[in-house]
């Protein structure tokens, strides 16, 4: 199973508020779980990543939190800014033979942080 | 450093046509990947391309084809264009593969009419 799970679609927060976005997996085969914020006309820009052997990792005001046992893994964006409204993307990777990966999206989240 | 350069941004074509699309990744970087990026079915692989060798293909069908050349530039070509392959075309490079960071250029913009 390929499949990456992400929710919600969209989300709509105060400034300040801690926005959450959820992703979830079957293949127990991916190893490598990053984030990505897309902004509109412009292509995904890699946020913050993590492998499964961790929990969780910080970067900034931008947190993943990982089960590993639960397939799930989660964004977390502290001291939400209005520059933070954005689409942003989980993926996960694995190796597929000959040294090479492939990165499987979610649908995206579309967050509006409103002043 | 400069980042991922992917030529052109925008692109229109009529049905039947073929297209090139050229990426430009990271210096030093050796693995170039194409994704898809379309509203209904959001990112989805390509191929990807290491030291001019296909190493991964995804679920498309012929009609999309790729190849690397020896300075890491790649291209992909999209034969008998249909409808449906209107759609943002991104690159990405990373430095070795195999899951390590994955830069993404801003896309070409294809549109086809």
């Known amino acids: 199973q390929q ?3 992400q929710s919600p679609q969209s989300l709509i927060v105060q400034k300040g508020g801690i926005p959450i976005i959820n992703c979830a997996y079957e293949n127990t085969a991916f190893d490598y779980f990053p984030w990505y914020q897309q902004f509109p006309g412009k292509g995904p820009a890699l946020l913050i990543a993590i492998r499964p052997d961790v929990s969780e990792k910080k970067e900034g005001r931008f947190t993943i939190s990982f089960n590993k046992s639960a397939k799930q ?5 502290m001291d939400s800014q209005p520059g933070d409204s954005a689409t942003y993307f989980c993926a996960a990777s694995m190796h597929s033979g000959a040294g090479s990966y492939q990165l499987t999206f979610g ?3 579309k967050l509006s942080v409103i002043p | 450093k400069a980042g991922v350069t992917q030529t052109p941004r925008y692109l229109i074509k ?3 046509q ?3 699309l050229s990426c430009s990744p990271i210096s030093g970087h050796r693995s170039v990947s194409w994704y898809q990026q379309t509203p209904g079915q959001g990112l989805q692989f390509l191929f990807e391309y290491f030291s001019e060798t296909q190493r991964n293909k995804g679920n498309f069908p012929g009609r999309f084809s790729g190849r690397q050349f020896s300075n890491s530039r790649s291209e992909m070509n999209v034969s008998t264009l249909e409808l449906g392959d209107s759609a943002l075309y991104l690159c990405a490079s990373s430095p070795q593969g195999s899951n390590t960071e994955a830069f993404f250029g801003q ?3 294809l549109t086809v009419v």
């Open chain 1, 3 to 5: 499949q990456v799970k």
């Open chain 1, 73 to 77: 893994f989660s964004l977390h964006i």
């Open chain 2, 107 to 109: 896309g070409t913009r």
């Open chain 1, 107 to 109: 649908k995206g989240t």
């Open chain 2, 18 to 20: 073929q297209v090139t």
């Open chain 2, 14 to 16: 009529t049905r039947g």
